[in-house]
């Protein structure tokens, strides 16, 4: 008996030893680690150094690393929707939402040793929301809310709004707004397009044009114990068989922006446990244009048709093996504060389960508005492979299934945005791709007065819906502002054609941690997170 | 032969100028903007009030003629202006690249010739043997086979037997020769195999009608050396057609590998043209062209110089 219990006691001593070794090594393995120097692919190349003046993650991928924000999205945070604060160490708002107030962290540094003060984010935000003459800043517009920005102290920044924009703290959150010196920006509002100074966790050390940018390890970032890596490589690589190949042949960790569904598979099947896959929906988006000042796309039953006739349940199974869309999704991105619910999704025209009813109720629209069966239009694509062919091919097949006769036109990508501004379309592939998910941001370009509202719809229904939206302080009043105008959107009107959410896929080497995929490649990309593992 | 080395070198310009002229105009034709391609990025949205500021910027608001003669005063004065896409002066766009480019066209051309004239030689000297058939088979594979596609398989080959792949990132020679040969050998080779079944051809049929010459044949009935007849006699007057076509693909490498450089990733002038085409950069398209042309016009007239040179008839002619 004795000897009986003497054997479980050893049993119970040695299983503990066991379990606790073994969770020790886990610990281990998720305890970050210093060192090695972070290898990625970036499919564009920066065109200047200035995020306040540029449009492509080409820029943010390398250099955000050697910048701070006032605030930013928690790089943890799969939503990309939560923001926390970076140069602010905290924030408060008023009650009226009228003034924003932040407090920053001191002894914070600039690369060259100089210390960052509210006099810098004011000169920052100054140039970002109220722009010299000749001086570029492409987002001013999304900050029309702000009357001025002020600096009350070395350690204190105040945003004073015109209006209160329930957007506004995830829009300072931009990964666009770094901060600059302001001594510099009084010198020449220029400098940072070509010159890098930040106070961000990489120190800037060289550009080969065409080929590589590499930044090292910030000693006095202000985050002590970060970052964990000695330092970062960029390779400019056009050419995604090169990237799937850098990636395969271990010469890369990782490329942030996405692969390809056959290219995830290429590398899992090569690399095997030496590779982790991330995957999220996508803020981006192909969605249909239809020129409301050509006949009969005038007729909201006919635009309606064109999106009933799509089943979109089906074409997120087979396209999604193909091609980098996956999610049936409304207005915002599926998982998002936002988001449409399911249950509501499928009210849409469009997007009921019954593809049957939904055709016959689009031949329907189509007799009544006068539309005859095999009637003729051009439908114009852009000559992107992924996913803008495989979209387009799809899109016609539906609408011949309603006896419509499509014919394509496939614009080369260079030139398609000048065919989209001057109004050459019938009926178009448009696209929009965001940096954070937001309504306001999202949606501002189908609003009427809107750039970028190339179907020329006139709509004071959804011009409204989307202020009101825009200044509601109450999440859920939002909520329902931003679904009347769902509605109204793609199935009242049906402006415009949702097709298939994005899918983003990032397959990287499995030493790569620390690193968390968001709905927008221009996300997360400071680094000072990431870790290899040994 | 001063008269003639000055008339070929006077007629250099017309074709530069002409090349100006028409590329300056044709690119312009290409639907697609410059600044709405850039301010749109991802997003695919630009405001018109930033369009039409750096429309202003670029001088793209003013008349063409008025484009055309700021661009050619500067280009008089060697000034290519900068680059409408990264704001930089052409020629730092440029000069990186053009190293590549350069060192890949001499390395492929050292391949090329290191094996074209000896297979060459020795198909038209044992014509019609196994070692003919064989040179012919080689070389008949490399015309067949392109050199983008024989990187491919070079690539898939270090990927999929050795798990190895060339560096990605390019070191200039004098920075550290191994890591700088790692990477452009293969393309080197890649190129230079096809380059050389160019040149092994013409090698071999210029030798066969040489080595028929009377005067090959009197200096066999001289008695003289098997090897003297060949170097001397045959090879050197078989050499002009080979130069020509060794300079004509040495002047086309330095910006035409452009599906080349993208299998195995290389900074060069072709994926620097492809670019610049995608992004209707203006600036750098114009530079570009008359940079390729100049090399073109400057091969040629090299080459017009070599033959003076080789063949005395063509100078007193």
């Known amino acids: 008996m004795r000897h009986r219990r003497n054997w479980i006691t050893c049993s119970i ?28 692919v970036v499919p564009s190349e920066p065109p200047s150094y200035d995020a306040h003046a540029e449009e492509t993650f080409g820029v943010i991928h390398p250099i955000a690393p050697h910048y701070s924000l006032l605030v930013r999205v928690d790089p943890f945070d799969k939503t990309g929707t939560k923001p926390v604060g970076d140069l602010a160490e905290s924030w408060t708002i008023s009650k009226d939402g009228l003034v924003y107030t932040f407090k920053l962290r001191q002894g914070v540094k600039f690369h060259d040793g100089s210390e960052m003060t509210s006099k810098d984010v004011k000169a920052s935000y100054d140039k970002i929301i109220f722009p010299a003459a000749g001086v570029k800043s492409l987002r001013k517009e999304s900050y029309r809310s702000v009357e001025v920005v002020e600096a009350p102290d070395a350690y204190t920044v105040r945003f004073r709004l015109k209006y209160p924009e329930s957007s506004l703290l995830l829009n300072l959150a931009s990964p666009w707004n770094w901060i600059y010196k302001a001594d510099l920006l009084a010198k020449d509002m220029h400098w940072y397009e070509k010159n890098v100074m930040g106070t961000g966790p990489f120190v800037f050390v060289e550009h080969v044009k065409g080929s590589h940018w590499v930044g090292k390890k910030n000693p006095n970032y202000w985050d002590k114990g970060k970052p964990y890596l000695d330092g970062f490589r960029a390779m400019f690589m056009s050419s995604s068989a090169s990237q799937v190949a850098a990636i395969r042949g271990e010469r890369a960790h990782i490329q942030f922006r996405g692969f390809s569904p056959a290219e995830r598979d290429q590398l899992t099947t090569a690399l095997g446990n030496k590779i982790a896959v991330q995957e999220s929906p996508w803020d981006c988006l192909n969605f249909v244009s239809m020129h409301h000042e050509k006949k009969p796309f005038d007729d909201k039953r006919v635009r309606r048709a064109l999106s009933l006739a799509l089943d979109r349940y089906e074409a997120s199974q087979k396209l999604s093996k193909i091609t980098l869309v996956k999610d049936v999704s409304g207005v915002q991105v599926p998982g998002t504060p936002y988001a449409t619910p399911p249950a509501e999704l499928e009210k849409l025209a469009g997007y009921g389960h019954d593809i049957n009813a939904n055709r016959a109720e689009a031949k329907r629209l189509l007799r009544e508005a006068g539309v005859p069966d095999g009637f003729s239009f051009t439908f114009k694509n852009r000559g992107i492979p992924h996913p803008y062919e495989p979209i387009g091919i799809w899109l016609v097949d539906q609408w011949r299934q309603i006896g419509l006769n499509v014919k394509v036109e496939t614009i080369e990508a260079s030139a398609y945005h000048n065919m989209l501004k001057r109004g050459d379309f019938e009926v178009a592939m448009d696209f929009q791709c965001g940096f954070i998910v937001e309504p306001d941001l999202d949606l501002a370009r189908f609003i009427s007065a809107s750039d970028a509202n190339y179907g020329k719809h006139k709509d004071k229904v959804i011009d409204e819906l989307y202020q009101k939206q825009a200044r509601a302080v109450d999440p859920e009043e939002r909520k329902k502002l931003v679904r009347q ?18 899918h983003r896929i990032i397959p990287h080497n499995a030493r790569v941690k620390g690193w968390t995929i968001t709905p927008s490649h221009y996300l997360n990309n400071q680094l000072d997170t990431v870790w290899l593992s040994e | 032969m001063w008269k003639y080395l000055l008339k070929r070198f006077l007629l250099m310009f017309p074709t530069l100028i002409g090349v100006a002229v028409v590329t300056f105009f044709l690119i312009r034709v290409i639907p697609g903007d410059v600044v709405e391609l850039r301010l749109a990025g991802d997003r695919g949205a630009a405001s018109d009030a930033a369009i039409k500021m750096e429309r202003e910027r670029f001088g793209l608001d003013q008349p063409l003629w008025k484009q055309f003669g700021t661009w050619i005063v500067g280009v008089a004065r060697l000034d290519f202006g900068t680059s409408m896409w990264t704001g930089s002066p052409i020629w730092d766009e440029i000069k990186l ?7 890949v066209a001499v390395m492929a051309t050292i391949v090329a010739v290191v094996l074209a004239v000896p297979l060459g030689v020795l198909a038209a000297l044992r014509q019609d043997t196994w070692v003919d058939y064989a040179v012919r088979i080689f070389s008949i594979a490399g015309l067949a086979v392109p050199s983008f596609w024989l990187g491919i398989v070079f690539i898939l080959t270090f990927l999929i037997v050795f798990k190895w792949l060339p560096p990605m990132v390019y070191t200039p020679f004098w920075v550290n020769p191994w890591q700088n040969m790692l990477q452009l050998i293969w393309p080197a080779l890649a190129v230079g195999y096809r380059y050389s079944a160019v040149a092994t051809r013409m090698t071999r049929s210029a030798m066969l009608e040489v080595l028929r010459e009377d005067y090959v044949r009197t200096a066999r009935a001289k008695g003289l050396a098997q090897r003297l007849i060949l170097v001397r006699h045959a090879l050197k007057n078989a050499m002009l057609p080979v130069l020509t076509v060794i300079a004509l693909e040495f002047a086309f490498l330095i910006g035409g590998l452009v599906v080349t450089e993208q299998v195995f990733n290389l900074n060069g002038i072709g994926l620097l043209f492809v670019q610049a085409v995608a992004h209707r950069d203006y600036t750098l398209i114009q530079a570009l062209v008359m940079l390729v042309a100049g090399i073109f016009i400057f091969v040629n007239f090299a080459m017009d ?10 100078r007193f002619r």
């Open chain 1, 13 to 40: 001593v040695a299983l503990s030893l066991a379990l606790s070794s073994g969770w020790t090594a886990a610990m281990a393995q998720d305890k970050p680690r210093s060192g090695g120097e972070l290898l990625f």
């Open chain 1, 485 to 502: 105008l769902e509605k109204r959107l793609l199935d009242e009107e049906a402006h415009v054609i949702w097709t298939l959410q994005w």
């Open chain 2, 97 to 103: 690249r053009f190293a590549l480019s350069l060192q």
């Open chain 2, 305 to 314: 110089v070599m033959y003076a040179w080789i063949d005395p008839r063509i």
